[in-house]
């Protein structure tokens, strides 16, 4: 090894003058407010910085002049972010591939820049091998595409980008870098909306912006949005949009570097709060601070998927030479190019503006269109400005958007979506633009507020169509007969379209879905409906997983408040679309039941009054002992039992309830033990648990002990207390994580039955509740436990509602408050929202008659539901 210069820095001292370095760029960087000229300066910054130590480094490591340093990648392109690797090429001459002491000179080097506290991704090769390995590999192929000599022969640099692009062909590149995209976009659910986006990899993020420099490069077009603007394969324009988003995305990037301290390209939970405190968010009126940076970001992200679309469609048709295809004139304005929408001219919309939604109008109705070409999307996308205030107020163009809402072959699902994709929708709407990539932080939602509506509009569709019919047969049914569906499409647009305003979203969204109604001419009776449903979308919801459905006066209330069958069966379709939209995790088989059941009632009273509960509880227990009978039980079998019951338990239970309970629990009227029997759910999901012992105070804490320690939820509770003393208590539960491969279903049914007769029996006080685990975005995003207590109308019971975020161990923690003051539970509702909770239970007792117990059990369940909160 060759000797070092005298004076010259140790590595030791190369470490300490780049971190410092480093580091007083990065302050710089902070100190300054986020700009996109800052966040250039701190990326040039950081690759100048890089590039001196490693020719320092090079120097120490007596690296020979002949070999090259090459850097690539991103570091190539001249920008470093601060916690990025540097990715390095040792590039050999064509005759040294095979040259032992350069190797271990190499290897010296590469162990210095990691002594050096460079992250250093390094490859070694010739000029020859980067040809072959560009050649099979597209990976090595775009990396060296962005190639930048740091260090060496001047000479081998030239040989080597002579050699690797005589090697690149244009088409096959795009070719693969086009299915790499759409690979990587399904990686990340093919949306720009996760709720942990990846702004460097997910579908908007820089990734796609780079991909377009990448093929515009390999086919010589230019390596610049300005060169790619000069060349006319953008506008002007769309240069300066690529610029602006570009530079808006580095930003976010570069402060999610700092912020999190080490290479992090997600936005995660626990970042985004601190990220939008640093970058200076501010907190608006109904909306967290960190919800205004995801809404800057998902705009940024929407926009590169509309540019990246358009601009790999242009280079598309440049490569592929299908500029010059046979196409087939729809109108004198609109052409079908092998199955794509083209416009006959460029200026079309700036000189007939009424042709933008008439372009939808075509797509929704054209047999065999499948989508935009690159020449409408650019239209479209440089027409913007046009559709301003005059636009949305011209008659003829709000005829043509109701157009597109009630036309009768279908199609808005994709229709909409589309125009929410080219940012029509917002500009046409512009009660929508004001809820575009608005995420909401409520524990429950995984999308944003305009990806929800149009998710829900979806499914308010799907039910008309009879391919789907398999999905909800008895959704399909209703739909089939529902007079004027587009109703339901117009409410479902509206639901949520206040969001993020403050105040009650529902009433605001009916204000403005009455201005739309009147805007657009829809007659009083129509517009009547839609208000109602956009006002009242959450109230069915509400009392069906709230409300004891087994009291006549619950159903009589809403009943009056729906009033005829229409406006009821319109109101359940909203509300299992609306539920089924807010994340796959909410809805299930249990929910479906109960609003079914709650249409079902509401129906019945509807067509005949006031319900006879003693005639529908007298079918239900015939029914019931037809039941038994086919289960070759006596006749009288059931009757020890129900003479020990009280009406509340006929009135909230199925007669398949009843036959059940009686065939399991005849033998066992007056046992000492307890008796736990377990069903697969009738309702297709989970377990059905019954509970038959001797009745204690704690009874229903263990219960819910047992089944928090075991992993299972408890969806609902149905509890009594027979006129012997003896508790009958039946659960619905569901696991909360997927049971291992190889547990049969009766295994599980066995394993719990044996437990819970076990935690039943013991006699051992109440264990502590412990402190479930908290997930990262309860954690990340924590509201505020509320607790209420009402009494019902007779005043003999008291309703008490739980709201807080869900964590394992809570409903023991309730259970456990109730059973410490003697009250008796008659019903629990639990409801699962995400990661959100709102529990409902029906209680009695003799504390609750006095207001300071009643405020002291308030407080000891704020506390129970605040506990890991606390934390």
């Given at each position: 090894m060759?000797?070092l210069?005298?004076?010259a820095?140790?590595?030791?001292?190369l470490?300490?003058r780049?971190?410092e370095?480093?580091q007083?760029?990065?302050?710089?960087f902070?100190?300054?407010?986020?700009?996109?000229?800052?966040?250039?300066?701190?990326?040039?910054?950081?690759?100048?910085?890089?590039d001196?130590?490693?020719?320092?480094v090079?120097?120490?490591?007596?690296?020979?002049?002949e070999?090259?340093?090459?850097a690539?990648g991103?570091?190539?392109?001249?920008?470093?972010?601060?916690?990025?690797?540097?990715?390095?090429l040792l590039?050999?001459?064509?005759?040294?591939?095979?040259?032992?002491a350069?190797?271990?000179?190499?290897?010296?080097?590469i162990t210095?820049?990691?002594?050096?506290?460079?992250?250093?991704?390094?490859?070694?090769?010739?000029?020859?091998?980067c040809?072959?390995?560009?050649?099979s590999?597209?990976?090595?192929?775009?990396?060296?595409?962005?190639s930048?000599r740091v260090?060496?022969?001047?000479?081998?640099?030239?040989?080597?980008l002579q050699?690797?692009s005589?090697?690149m062909?244009?088409?096959?590149f795009?070719?693969a870098?086009?299915?790499?995209m759409?690979?990587?976009h399904?990686?990340?659910?093919?949306?720009?909306?996760?709720l942990?986006?990846?702004?460097k990899?997910?579908?908007?993020?820089l990734?796609?912006?780079?991909v377009l420099?990448w093929?515009?490069?390999?086919?010589?077009?230019?390596?610049?949005?300005?060169?790619l603007?000069?060349?006319?394969?953008?506008?002007?324009?769309?240069?300066?949009?690529?610029?602006?988003?570009?530079?808006?995305?580095?930003?976010?990037?570069?402060?999610?570097?700092?912020?999190?301290?080490?290479?992090?390209?997600r936005?995660v939970?626990?970042?985004?709060?601190?990220?939008?405190?640093?970058?200076?968010?501010k907190?608006?009126?109904?909306?967290r601070?960190s919800?205004?940076l995801?809404?800057?970001?998902?705009?940024?992200?929407?926009?590169?998927?509309?540019l990246n679309?358009?601009?790999?469609?242009?280079?598309q048709?440049?490569?592929g030479?299908s500029?010059d295809?046979?196409?087939?004139?729809?109108?004198?304005?609109?052409?079908d190019?092998?199955?794509?929408?083209?416009?006959?001219?460029?200026?079309?919309?700036?000189?007939?503006?009424?042709a933008?939604l008439?372009?939808?109008?075509i797509?929704?109705?054209?047999?065999?269109?499948?989508g935009f070409?690159?020449?409408t999307?650019?239209?479209?996308?440089?027409?913007?400005?046009?559709?301003?205030?005059?636009f949305?107020r011209?008659?003829?163009?709000?005829?043509?958007?109701?157009?597109?809402l009630?036309?009768?072959?279908?199609?808005q699902?994709h229709?909409?979506r589309l125009?929410n994709e080219?940012?029509v929708?917002g500009r046409?709407?512009?009660?929508f633009?004001?809820?575009v990539?608005?995420?909401q932080?409520?524990?429950?939602?995984?999308?944003?507020v305009?990806q929800?509506?149009?998710?829900?509009?979806?499914?308010?569709r799907?039910f008309?169509?009879p391919?789907?019919?398999?999905?909800?047969?008895?959704?399909?049914?209703?739909?089939?007969?529902?007079?004027?569906?587009w109703?339901?499409?117009?409410?479902?647009?509206f639901?949520?379209v206040?969001?993020?305003?403050?105040?009650?979203?529902?009433?605001?969204?009916?204000?403005?879905v009455?201005?739309f109604?009147?805007?657009?001419?829809?007659?009083?009776e129509?517009?009547?409906?839609?208000?109602f449903?956009?006002r009242?979308?959450l109230?069915?919801?509400?009392i069906?997983?709230?409300?004891?459905?087994?009291d006549?006066?619950?159903?009589r209330?809403?009943?009056?408040?729906?009033r005829?069958?229409?406006?009821?069966?319109a109101?359940?379709?909203l509300t299992?679309?609306d539920?089924?939209?807010?994340?796959?995790?909410?809805?299930?088989a249990w929910?479906?039941?109960?609003?079914?059941?709650?249409?079902?009632?509401?129906?019945?009273?509807?067509?005949?009054?006031?319900?006879?509960?003693?005639a529908?509880?007298?079918?239900?227990k015939s029914?019931?002992?037809?039941l038994?009978a086919l289960a070759s039980?006596?006749?009288?079998?059931?009757?020890?039992l129900?003479?020990?019951?009280?009406?509340?338990?006929f009135?909230?239970h199925e007669?398949?309830?009843l036959?059940w309970?009686?065939r399991?629990?005849?033998?066992?009227?007056?046992t000492e033990?307890?008796?736990v029997?377990?069903?697969?759910?009738v309702?297709?999901?989970?377990?059905?648990?019954?509970?038959?012992?001797p009745?204690?105070p704690?009874?229903?804490?263990?219960?819910?002990g047992?089944?928090?320690n075991?992993?299972?939820?408890i969806?609902?509770?149905?509890?009594?207390t027979?006129?012997?003393?003896?508790?009958?208590?039946?659960?619905q539960?569901?696991?909360?994580h997927?049971?291992?491969d190889?547990?049969?279903?009766?295994?599980?049914?066995a394993?719990?039955?044996?437990q819970?007769?076990?935690?039943v029996?013991?006699k051992?006080?109440?264990p502590?509740?412990s402190?479930?685990?908290?997930?990262?975005?309860?954690?990340?995003f924590?509201?505020?436990?509320?607790v209420?207590?009402?009494?019902?109308?007779r005043?003999?019971?008291?309703?008490?509602?739980v709201?807080?975020?869900?964590?394992?161990?809570?409903?023991?923690s309730?259970?456990?408050?109730?059973?410490?003051?003697?009250?008796?539970?008659?019903?629990?509702?639990?409801?699962?929202?995400?990661?959100?909770?709102?529990?409902?239970?029906?209680v009695?007792?003799?504390?609750?008659?006095?207001?300071?117990?009643?405020?002291?059990i308030?407080?000891e369940?704020?506390?129970a539901?605040d506990?890991?909160?606390?934390?």
């Amino acid at each position: 090894m060759s000797a070092l210069p005298s004076g010259a820095p140790t590595l030791s001292e190369l470490r300490q003058r780049h971190k410092e370095a480093k580091q007083a760029l990065i302050d710089a960087f902070v100190a300054k407010r986020p700009s996109a000229a800052a966040t250039g300066r701190l990326l040039r910054g950081l690759a100048q910085l890089t590039d001196r130590t490693l020719v320092e480094v090079a120097q120490h490591a007596a690296l020979p002049a002949e070999v090259t340093v090459v850097a690539v990648g991103g570091y190539g392109r001249g920008e470093l972010f601060p916690h990025s690797d540097v990715d390095v090429l040792l590039l050999l001459p064509r005759d040294k591939e095979e040259d032992a002491a350069l190797q271990e000179r190499m290897g010296a080097f590469i162990t210095a820049c990691w002594d050096c506290g460079l992250e250093i991704g390094s490859s070694v090769r010739s000029v020859l091998q980067c040809a072959s390995d560009a050649l099979s590999d597209v990976t090595i192929q775009t990396a060296l595409l962005e190639s930048r000599r740091v260090r060496g022969s001047a000479r081998v640099f030239a040989d080597f980008l002579q050699v690797t692009s005589a090697v690149m062909d244009p088409e096959a590149f795009l070719r693969a870098k086009t299915l790499e995209m759409y690979q990587r976009h399904q990686k990340y659910e093919d949306t720009p909306y996760a709720l942990e986006p990846n702004c460097k990899e997910s579908p908007g993020g820089l990734r796609d912006l780079q991909v377009l420099v990448w093929v515009a490069r390999a086919a010589r077009y230019g390596r610049t949005w300005a060169e790619l603007a000069a060349r006319g394969i953008v506008t002007r324009f769309e240069a300066d949009q690529l610029g602006r988003n570009e530079a808006q995305l580095k930003t976010i990037r570069a402060w999610l570097h700092v912020v999190a301290n080490r290479r992090e390209d997600r936005l995660v939970f626990d970042l985004q709060t601190q990220l939008a405190e640093r970058m200076g968010f501010k907190a608006a009126k109904g909306q967290r601070v960190s919800e205004a940076l995801m809404r800057r970001y998902y705009w940024a992200a929407k926009a590169v998927v509309q540019l990246n679309q358009i601009v790999m469609q242009e280079i598309q048709e440049r490569i592929g030479g299908s500029r010059d295809v046979a196409m087939r004139p729809l109108t004198s304005d609109f052409l079908d190019r092998a199955g794509l929408l083209e416009v006959a001219r460029d200026d079309l919309y700036r000189e007939r503006p009424a042709a933008i939604l008439e372009t939808f109008q075509i797509y929704q109705r054209t047999v065999g269109i499948k989508g935009f070409s690159a020449r409408t999307l650019r239209a479209l996308y440089n027409a913007r400005s046009v559709m301003d205030g005059a636009f949305r107020r011209n008659p003829a163009h709000r005829q043509q958007f109701i157009d597109i809402l009630q036309y009768p072959g279908g199609g808005q699902t994709h229709t909409l979506r589309l125009m929410n994709e080219t940012s029509v929708l917002g500009r046409s709407l512009w009660v929508f633009r004001r809820i575009v990539g608005q995420m909401q932080h409520d524990l429950f939602h995984v999308y944003t507020v305009d990806q929800h509506i149009l998710m829900v509009l979806r499914n308010v569709r799907r039910f008309f169509v009879p391919d789907h019919a398999h999905e909800y047969p008895f959704c399909s049914n209703l739909a089939a007969a529902f007079h004027k569906p587009w109703v339901l499409v117009v409410a479902a647009l509206f639901h949520d379209v206040a969001k993020g305003r403050g105040g009650d979203h529902s009433d605001l969204g009916s204000m403005e879905v009455r201005r739309f109604c009147r805007d657009h001419g829809i007659e009083a009776e129509d517009t009547r409906l839609i208000d109602f449903l956009v006002r009242e979308h959450l109230t069915m919801s509400r009392i069906a997983q709230k409300e004891d459905l087994s009291d006549p006066d619950v159903i009589r209330a809403f009943a009056d408040k729906v009033r005829d069958a229409r406006t009821l069966t319109a109101l359940y379709l909203l509300t299992v679309a609306d539920i089924r939209g807010t994340s796959p995790k909410v809805w299930n088989a249990w929910k479906g039941k109960l609003l079914e059941d709650l249409y079902r009632l509401t129906l019945r009273a509807l067509g005949g009054g006031k319900p006879d509960s003693e005639a529908e509880i007298d079918a239900r227990k015939s029914e019931a002992r037809s039941l038994l009978a086919l289960a070759s039980q006596l006749p009288g079998t059931e009757t020890p039992l129900w003479d020990t019951l009280s009406l509340s338990y006929f009135a909230r239970h199925e007669a398949a309830d009843l036959a059940w309970h009686a065939r399991v629990l005849w033998r066992h009227l007056e046992t000492e033990k307890p008796v736990v029997n377990a069903r697969s759910s009738v309702v297709g999901e989970g377990l059905q648990v019954l509970v038959y012992a001797p009745d204690q105070p704690d009874l229903f804490a263990r219960i819910c002990g047992y089944f928090d320690n075991a992993g299972f939820n408890i969806l609902d509770a149905k509890i009594h207390t027979t006129r012997k003393g003896y508790a009958l208590d039946t659960f619905q539960v569901v696991q909360a994580h997927q049971a291992e491969d190889g547990v049969a279903h009766r295994d599980l049914i066995a394993l719990v039955e044996h437990q819970l007769t076990a935690a039943v029996s013991s006699k051992n006080p109440l264990p502590s509740p412990s402190r479930g685990r908290l997930s990262r975005r309860v954690r990340s995003f924590p509201i505020t436990p509320r607790v209420s207590m009402r009494p019902d109308e007779r005043g003999q019971r008291y309703l008490i509602s739980v709201s807080t975020s869900d964590r394992a161990g809570l409903l023991y923690s309730i259970a456990r408050v109730l059973a410490q003051h003697g009250i008796n539970l008659e019903l629990a509702k639990v409801m699962t929202l995400g990661e959100r909770v709102e529990d409902t239970f029906l209680v009695s007792g003799p504390a609750l008659r006095h207001a300071r117990t009643q405020l002291q059990i308030e407080s000891e369940l704020l506390d129970a539901a605040d506990a890991a909160l606390a934390r």
